[in-house]
């Protein structure tokens, strides 16, 4: 990727969505692909009854949103450290 590429992909989104009428239509299959991953995670031979497989689901989807929390949360952390420490 050269220096350019995350303005040639910020040009190339705004394009795109400029041009949208539905941007929810747009991402649906994008939304419903996201979703069964965490369906197949928790239910990979499709056994469970859909309303199991629904709840197990959901709680991954909450634990894969709560680790990118704390993720973001140590990186801050760690760049506020380094700033502190570069500064005195």
Excluded: N
Aim: some cysteine; hydrophobic content about 35%.
């Amino acid at each position: 990727m050269g220096p350019d590429h995350s303005q040639i992909s910020k040009l190339g989104a705004h394009a795109r969505w400029a041009k949208c009428d539905d941007r929810s239509a747009a991402t649906l299959p994008a939304r419903q692909a996201f979703d069964q991953r965490f369906e197949r995670e928790v239910d990979p031979d499709g056994k469970l009854p859909p309303h199991i497989r629904a709840q197990r689901a959901e709680s991954a989807r909450k634990a894969y949103f709560a680790r990118l929390a704390l993720k973001s949360a140590q990186s801050r952390r760690a760049a506020a450290q380094g700033r502190k420490g570069g500064a005195e």
